[in-house]
């Protein structure tokens, strides 16, 4: 019989064996496997982009973009750092790095921005424009209530045909 720790589990194959795991979380007083597995991800990219110096404190860049991924004090930015040390490919993780930290966004928008370079632009979401849309609509008839249904299909005809235009070489 096998025991049930070795029976293949559904899902996404684990990071790290447990052992492994269990030492991570101790060692960076993690209390869930959420927690090491961001700070694992974190140390992936921190090998590559930054060096340590003399004392071994403080982290040094290894090019001046990367001081974008350094708080004030020079502790490491956790979320960020965490997102791109996902990207498997050491080359493409270096080259997205670069392109954040020349951009110089906030966290949140770097995080999105690392998210959609390190998995990639899928299909555009049609139902989700559609949905914005209509917002923006309901929006508009709370504050100007008397806008009839025939001034908004007018004022979207005329976005559709500008939209035209500049689709047009």
Not at 6 to 23: A, F, I, K, M
Not at 49 to 71: G, T, W
Not at 114 to 143: C, F, N, Q, W
């Amino acid at each position: 019989m096998v025991a049930e720790s070795e029976t293949p589990r559904r899902g996404r194959p684990r990071l790290l064996d447990t052992e492994h795991e269990c030492l991570l979380g101790s060692l960076w007083k993690a209390k869930c496997r959420r927690t090491v597995h961001g700070r694992y991800y974190m140390q992936e990219a921190v090998s590559l982009l930054f060096d340590s110096d003399e004392s071994d404190r403080h982290l040094v860049p290894r090019a001046p973009e990367f001081a974008h991924f350094l708080k004030a004090g020079g502790q490491p930015k956790l979320t960020m750092l965490a997102e791109l040390g996902r990207i498997p490919d050491e080359v493409f993780l270096v080259r997205v790095a670069l392109t954040v930290g020349r951009r110089g966004l906030p966290t949140s928008e770097s995080v999105a921005l690392i998210r959609r370079l390190r998995i990639g632009d899928g299909a555009p979401d049609l139902d989700r424009l559609g949905d914005s849309l209509i917002r923006v609509i309901d929006a508009h008839l709370a504050r100007y209530p008397t806008t009839t249904p025939h001034e908004i299909i007018d004022v979207l005809g005329e976005i559709a045909d500008v939209l035209r235009v500049a689709a047009t070489p």
